[in-house]
């Protein structure tokens, strides 16, 4: 097997793990993930030959770009307290307790190299955690929070790995400088990523089709990144920041073509880039732990440890900062969403899975120093790295299910049954008025006008029917069944309409391109009926 056949092994496996991950109700990035540690067992399967350089910016981009499209600035707003504190402060920690266990148990290891493997098994996994936690029916405010600290908190360790894989290469350190160089970082990433995102919106308006709309938005996350650090910002950061601009700016109302197949190009981008990611991560694992063959006993211990400290800090540190949080957040009454019980903040504990951005850092380690030296136990870190990653994305990816179930944690399905209720009747009011105002303007026959009103009253009743009386929503309920029935015939008629066209491919004299034409014309007529 070649590296292009192992490649598209991978990406078929993303695929498929997809539905099998629903029918045995496990995580898919953790599937993936063992798929590829069993791939790497087998003798014809090649190791992974890919520049650790170009791990980050070949990943990182696009799954943060598609993370964003689920989220808003007004959720990073509301959880502005949350996400520094998990996805700084608590990085920080972390990197301290992982740097001070590593220097006291590892031989040959230097704090600046502890430091290193500190950041790189730091931040929690924003593609594993929302994948993980998504798919198990969480809290929205949940999910929001485990976002917000999965998206920023590689922010803040990658900016700390780079500073301490430096005072190792070069054999100094100076903290002035190291903080100086972490805000001018996240300033350069700001500017890239503003100015990116209004200069992309504007070429989106230019281009006009949805195609080219859509090609472009895929260069935006690769060109945010690349520009950012060679800047020497935080390319991460200017990706955050490109996409939270676009998601608000980039499509109009009315671009209905462009926001749907958008939205569907994205999800096919996250679902095999995510796939690829993890599959990675299992294969790397083979690699590392021959590497370590021969003193596994040992770097096992100290692996361990690592994975003690990783784990439970997290939760000696989120147990007083959810309680913490939820008396401010009753002083104030602050518009936040925050973890409302201890067994919602078990869950956020046991959510906290590492992935892709700890194992592209370990392996971007250097090899040599500025001094011709080896770097301080390269072999032991990337060991320790690639265990950390393992026991936390697969024991608690697989185990997770089965906690949130034990404890209960579900979401809050009344509170999003108003808030959808809430937005159908939004939009039907605002239908109306604005049929209101054309009835003003226009003169239209009263035919012509009750049938309007009945539609403008259906957008909202097909959304929420509860926000209509029983006796009209029962009239709705008989006019959708007959809108089914019609429908469902109409379908037929296309459908029919459709093999006719399609059979005219074979007939002598067709142009495979005037059928395509019409074909697309018969398809936009079956989305939005005859």
């Not at 026959?445 to 009209?472: K, M, N, Y």
């Amino acid at each position: 097997m070649d590296q292009l056949a192992l490649f598209f092994s991978l990406t078929l496996a993303a695929i498929v793990v997809v539905p099998l991950g629903d029918w045995v109700k496990l995580p898919s990035p953790v599937l993936m993930t063992l798929f590829g540690a069993v791939l790497a067992l087998v003798p014809q399967v090649p190791n992974v030959r890919i520049d650790p350089d170009l791990i980050l910016p070949l990943l990182l981009p696009p799954l943060l770009y598609a993370s964003v499209q689920r989220t808003s600035w007004r959720q990073f707003a509301a959880n502005r307290r949350a996400i520094f504190l998990l996805a700084v402060a608590l990085v920080f920690l972390t990197t301290a307790a992982v740097a001070a266990v590593a220097n006291a148990v590892v031989p040959g290891i230097t704090l600046a190299a502890a430091c290193a493997l500190g950041a790189l098994v730091a931040p929690p996994d924003p593609v594993a955690a929302t994948a993980v936690a998504g798919a198990l029916g969480l809290p929205r405010r949940m999910i929001s929070i485990l976002e917000g600290e999965g998206l920023f908190n590689d922010v803040t360790a990658i900016v700390l790995y780079h500073v301490a894989v430096a005072a190792v290469v070069s054999g100094h350190f100076s903290l002035p400088h190291a903080v100086l160089e972490l805000v001018l970082s996240a300033v350069v990433a700001l500017v890239v990523g503003l100015v990116l995102g209004w200069g992309a919106n504007q070429l989106m308006g230019v281009v006009g089709d949805a195609t080219l709309q859509i090609g472009l938005s895929l260069l935006v996350p690769f060109a945010s990144y690349a520009l950012a650090e060679e800047f020497h910002g935080s390319g991460v950061l200017a990706v955050l920041t490109t996409a939270l601009f676009l998601a608000e700016h980039a499509f109009e109302a009315d671009d209905v073509k462009a926001r749907l197949a958008g939205n569907t190009f994205w999800e096919i981008v996250d679902t095999m880039v995510t796939g690829i990611a993890f599959g990675l991560i299992g294969l790397e694992l083979h690699h590392v732990f021959s590497v370590g063959r021969d003193a596994w006993g040992p770097m096992l211990r100290h692996a361990g440890l690592v994975v003690a400290v990783v784990v439970g800090l997290r939760l000696l540190y989120l147990l007083p900062a959810a309680w913490i949080a939820k008396k401010l957040h009753r002083q104030r009454d602050m518009d936040e969403d925050i973890p409302l019980t201890w067994r919602e903040t078990v869950v956020m504990w046991w959510a906290g899975m590492r992935g892709v951005a700890s194992v592209a850092l370990a392996l971007a380690i250097p090899l040599r120093t500025d001094h011709d030296g080896a770097f301080p136990a390269r072999t032991e870190l990337l060991f320790i790295a690639f265990v950390v990653v393992l026991a936390t994305l697969v024991v608690q990816g697989l185990t997770l299910p089965w906690l949130v179930g034990r404890l209960g944690v579900e979401g809050d399905s009344k509170a999003e049954h108003d808030l959808e209720r809430g937005l159908a009747l939004r939009a039907m009011t605002a239908a109306r008025s604005r049929l209101k105002e054309i009835e003003a303007a226009e003169n239209l026959d009263e035919e012509l006008s009750e049938i309007l009103h009945h539609r403008a009253f259906d957008l909202g009743a097909r959304i929420s029917p509860d926000i209509v009386d029983d006796e009209r929503r029962e009239s709705h309920a008989r006019r959708v069944r007959r809108i089914k029935a019609l429908r469902r015939i109409q379908e037929d008629m296309l459908s029919a309409a459709r093999h006719e066209v399609l059979a005219a491919r074979s007939e002598p004299g067709s142009d495979p391109e005037i059928v395509d034409r019409v074909l697309r014309h018969l398809d936009l007529r079956s989305m939005r009926g005859l």
